[in-house]
């Protein structure tokens, strides 16, 4: 059936449900006439929503219900430099996996944001670009047994210490790119956690960190007394604030650097090492001590989750991402001036640029921006290189704003833009 206006009508009667629709037609007209219907029903205007500009059937894997489209505005910063050549940090190393410059599109409706990440780009890149290195990789599952009682729970942990080479052939037996690498346990009276850790290569990996643990969970049931309760435990910890998460990592965690001289830091942020450094001191970690936050930084989810918008990550990770610690220290040189040092450290930053989102068409062509799309050589590297450039411009954002926060520009700046 191929008229909406009709399958709309059959959904309104109730001969149709409305998560039924692709069963008769094609995606395309699903989502017309199920737009038709909600129109119809709301009473509202839907040109907008409707008027998007991919087929419906890329979106199949992603939305189910489809209407239409969510239209963020998408802006670019840039170039983000990373490990640039003349960095006075990097001591002639080799470069990360995102060595050089590369433009980062960001999807936000926060006017300001672009403006305050690109003078912190500017300021890096006049400095000589910023350091940025992954320091650990692993997307978690944790899944909860249940025992009698404490000697069925170190039964069963012995067991899985002693047999991680069986459940890597199980786990790893559901995927062609995924690797086990570490399986941690937890126990809390009759209930065991088993922490499972994956290098997913280039794919974000939730879904195939959950496919392969439910695999090795077999094992474990039929090797142990331990019955499985729930595949996800919430020691993940996935998609909420968790201090396992800003301690243990999630996904990749990444840190970036970069020392700025001092004359650079009054030129081109109007304010002192000094200054910035007693800000970030006051604001980011004893302001946030203080309130119990996990995250001690300025506003670092705000570059991740644009970034994450724009090139097709889960946004709701973004609350991980929000674990990041902010650093200002201010160096004297010989001559008397003040440097000032700066960095980001992101523990749980979950990407990657093949699967799930990274797939839809503007996604895609923003992956395509950063030279990032799909599958990197070797595997991982891209969605590496995607970490260290978030991070960056996470690095810039803290930047700006703290020095915007020194200087007492913040307000002005805001007024200034109209926003």
């Not at 059937?57 to 802006?75: K, L, S, V």
């Not at 002639?92 to 944001?113: I, M, R, S, W």
């Not at 009759?190 to 794919?203: H, N």
Request: net charge negative; aromatic share 4%; glycine share 10%.
């Amino acid at each position: 059936m191929t008229d909406p206006e009709e399958l709309a009508e059959q959904v309104r009667e109730g001969d149709l449900r409305i998560h039924e629709l692709e069963d008769h037609t094609d995606s395309d007209t699903a989502a017309e006439a199920r737009r038709l219907f909600v129109e119809r029903e709301t009473g509202t205007d839907l040109e907008t929503i409707g008027d998007y500009s991919f087929p419906a059937e890329a979106a199949d894997p992603n939305i189910e219900n489809m209407i239409g489209a969510a239209q963020i505005p998408m802006g670019v910063v840039g170039p983000v430099a990373v490990n640039g050549a003349e960095s006075s940090l990097s001591s002639g190393t080799d470069g990360g996996a995102a060595n050089g410059e590369h433009y980062l599109p960001l999807a936000t409706t926060e006017g300001a944001l672009l403006a305050s990440v690109n003078r912190g780009l500017g300021v890096i890149r006049s400095a000589g670009g910023a350091d940025a290195r992954i320091t650990k990789n692993g997307m978690t599952r944790a899944p909860v047994f249940r025992v009698a009682g404490v000697a069925e729970a170190a039964e069963t942990v012995e067991w899985v210490n002693e047999n991680g080479d069986a459940l890597a052939e199980a786990a790893e037996s559901t995927t062609s790119h995924g690797e086990l690498i570490d399986v941690e346990p937890y126990v809390v009276g009759d209930s065991v956690y088993l922490r499972f850790a994956y290098d997913t290569k280039d794919a974000m990996g939730m879904n195939m960190a959950t496919i392969a643990t439910g695999e090795a969970c077999e094992i474990v049931e039929r090797e142990t007394p331990a019955s499985l309760v729930a595949l996800s435990g919430n020691l993940c910890s996935d998609k909420k604030p968790a201090a396992i998460n800003a301690v243990e990592g999630r996904g990749r965690s990444v840190t970036a650097d970069v020392l700025i001289p001092g004359e650079l830091v009054e030129e081109r942020l109007h304010t002192t090492a000094d200054a910035i450094v007693e800000a970030n001191t006051r604001k980011n970690l004893t302001g946030s001590a203080k309130a119990g936050s996990l995250g001690f930084n300025a506003h670092a989810a705000n570059v991740v989750a644009a970034a994450f918008l724009a090139t097709g990550q889960d946004e709701a990770q973004v609350v991980e991402a929000a674990n990041t610690i902010t650093t200002m220290d201010a160096r004297e040189r010989e001559d008397g001036t003040t440097d000032l040092y700066a960095s980001v450290s992101l523990a749980s930053l979950e990407v990657g640029t093949v699967g799930g989102g990274t797939k839809l068409p503007t996604q895609s062509e923003a992956l395509e921006v950063l030279g990032l799309r799909g599958g990197g050589d070797p595997a991982g590297s891209n969605a590496d290189a995607l970490a260290e450039i978030i991070a960056v411009g996470a690095l810039a954002g803290e930047l700006s704003l703290l020095a915007a926060l020194a200087s007492r520009h913040l307000a002005s700046a805001h007024e200034d833009l109209g926003r």
